[in-house]
């Protein structure tokens, strides 16, 4: 059976996305485009009502274009399955399978179930006691350079917007050994780079399910895996990033220069309000120390704008903090009542017409400091793994694409070279465009 995989919301969907992709083949199915697919699967994001709104309209488009396919069903997984569960078998006959993080697990034997049993309806929406192990044993095939690697599920930290906690379910770790031996058969199948995925990393191994082991041991760990050049993470909680783990910027050079480290607010009011427990002082040490630990880390952030009770002063607070720290990029979003968070209760909203206004501001700024963060790399080098032909081939023949150490994409071109994906290769910045850089390689680095 051929499938399609979308997925909307965060890279915890997309390294799920990418899993159920490889355990699919491994089961006979075959991936294929949207219009050829008669299994369509979605991983789909409840973090604020816009991507809520986007898995309905999908499930919709799907069901009116295969109406006529009496084979064509869709699975729904990710957050909205959870949140909204066989709900979505009552307004969609097509949806037959609705799964959450945890039962993802159990996802491929029970779409090819499915597959076979034309009546049959399942649901996988329960959590689990402990972190749900995956079948790894994926086909021998050679596999893109970078991946995801799930290190927990879930999140404890309920901060008063957020719907991660009841749609992830609480915090899991996962064992080190596990993902030790997930990162060792994925540098076997070619990966270069791993990305190491929970919600809130910092507090790996803090949980029940933890094994003791701490993220600063686990970094420690992975970096030791035979061909894994580059480590990064995400996402991190001010409160939790502690003193080791900024030391191993220092120390070992496979962790790339990159933090994404989300801020939220530059407002003491309200990240207390938020329920972050940090103020912008002690994120302000962070950034200090981070620093000290490796001068070129690129740090990026996200933000709210519109929280309730927000003010033009608490607003004024949060730009001033995005100019203090020098972010590399951001991401922001207006505030959003969730069903269930602490703070669909607390008053007052911020009107639309205030909270788009405010948005674009702060967007307007984030550019700037994209823009002249790209700027800045020109006439710097650095090494890029390539991850594939670039779109558009340049001047001097074909180019490749790939990202640099603090994951800026980088295209270049590599003549004389068939297939260059995979390779680390050592390049010096020529151009900055408005949200890539241009570069040529000065020597291979394998
Ligand atoms: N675990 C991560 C990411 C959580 S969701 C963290 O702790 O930062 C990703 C981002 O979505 C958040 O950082 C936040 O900026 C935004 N977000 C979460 N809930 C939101 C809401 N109700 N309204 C608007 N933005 C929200
Ligand atoms: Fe949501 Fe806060 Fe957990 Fe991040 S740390 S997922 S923002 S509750
Ligand atoms: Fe969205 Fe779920 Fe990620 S709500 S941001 S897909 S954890």
């Given at each position: 059976m051929k499938f399609h995989v979308t997925t909307m919301g965060c890279q915890m969907n997309v390294g799920d996305g990418d899993w159920l992709t490889r355990s699919l083949i491994a089961e006979g199915f075959t991936?294929?485009?949207?219009?050829?697919?008669?299994?369509?699967?979605?991983?789909?994001?409840?973090?604020?009502?816009?991507?809520?709104?986007?898995?309905?309209?999908?499930?919709?488009?799907?069901?009116?274009r295969h109406r006529d396919n009496p084979n064509a069903f869709i699975a729904v997984g990710g957050c909205t399955a959870q949140q909204l569960g066989t709900a979505l078998w009552r307004r969609f006959p097509m949806v037959r399978l609705v799964f959450g993080t945890d039962g993802i697990a159990a996802a491929p034997k029970a779409l090819a179930r499915l597959a076979n049993e034309p009546g049959l309806r399942l649901s996988l929406l329960d959590f689990t006691e402990s972190y749900p192990e995956r079948d790894q044993s994926w086909p021998e095939e050679k596999l893109p350079p970078r991946a995801f690697v799930s290190i927990m599920q879930g999140c404890d930290n309920y901060c008063a917007y957020c719907i991660v906690p009841f749609v992830r379910g609480r915090q899991k770790s996962r064992p080190l050994a596990s993902i030790i031996a997930e990162c060792t058969a994925l540098a076997a199948r070619g990966?270069?780079?791993?990305?190491?995925?929970?919600?809130?990393?910092?507090?790996?191994?803090?949980?029940?399910?933890?094994?003791?082991?701490?993220?600063?041991?686990?970094?420690?760990?992975?970096?030791?895996?035979?061909?894994?050049?580059?480590?990064?993470?995400?996402?991190?909680?001010?409160?939790?990033?502690?003193?080791?783990?900024?030391?191993?910027?220092?120390?070992?050079?496979?962790?790339?220069p990159a933090l994404h480290l989300p801020v939220q607010s530059g407002s003491d009011d309200i990240l207390r309000r938020m329920g972050r427990r940090y103020d912008t002082a002690a994120y302000l040490a962070l950034v200090h120390k981070l620093r000290r630990a490796r001068p070129d880390i690129?740090?990026?952030?996200?933000?709210?704008?519109?929280?309730?009770?927000?003010?033009?002063?608490?607003?004024?607070?949060t730009l001033n903090l995005v100019r203090?720290?020098?972010?590399?990029?951001?991401?922001?979003?207006?505030?959003?009542?969730?069903?269930?968070?602490?703070?669909?209760?607390?008053?007052?909203?911020?009107?639309?017409?205030?909270?788009?206004?405010?948005?674009?501001?702060?967007?307007?700024?984030?550019?700037?400091?994209?823009?002249?963060?790209?700027?800045?790399?020109?006439?710097?080098?650095?090494?890029?793994?390539?991850?594939?032909?670039?779109?558009?081939?340049?001047?001097?023949?074909?180019?490749?694409?790939?990202?640099?150490?603090?994951?800026?994409?980088?295209?270049?071109?590599?003549?004389?070279?068939?297939?260059?994906?995979?390779?680390?290769?050592?390049?010096?910045?020529?151009?900055?465009?408005?949200h890539s850089l241009l570069g040529e390689a000065e020597a291979e680095h394998d």
């Open positions: 991936p294929a485009s949207d219009a050829d697919a008669e299994l369509f699967i979605l991983f789909t994001c409840s973090v604020r009502d816009k991507p809520e709104q986007k898995v309905v309209s999908e499930i919709g488009r799907i069901a009116d990966v270069r780079e791993v990305t190491l995925l929970g919600q809130n990393v910092n507090s790996y191994g803090l949980d029940d399910s933890g094994d003791g082991t701490s993220f600063a041991a686990l970094l420690d760990a992975v970096a030791a895996v035979p061909g894994i050049a580059r480590i990064r993470f995400t996402t991190s909680h001010p409160k939790d990033l502690d003193d080791a783990v900024i030391e191993r910027f220092a120390s070992l050079p496979a962790l790339c690129a740090l990026t952030t996200d933000f709210i704008v519109g929280f309730p009770g927000e003010t033009e002063a608490d607003f004024q607070a203090h720290v020098g972010f590399e990029s951001g991401f922001s979003f207006m505030y959003s009542d969730r069903p269930g968070t602490a703070s669909e209760r607390l008053e007052p909203k911020i009107s639309q017409e205030v909270k788009a206004a405010r948005l674009a501001e702060l967007q307007r700024l984030l550019d700037e400091r994209l823009a002249a963060s790209l700027a800045a790399r020109v006439g710097q080098t650095d090494t890029v793994l390539i991850e594939g032909p670039s779109r558009r081939d340049g001047a001097s023949g074909p180019s490749w694409r790939g990202r640099d150490s603090a994951g800026r994409i980088v295209n270049l071109p590599l003549p004389g070279l068939n297939d260059a994906t995979g390779r680390l290769v050592r390049v010096r910045i020529v151009l900055a465009k408005k």
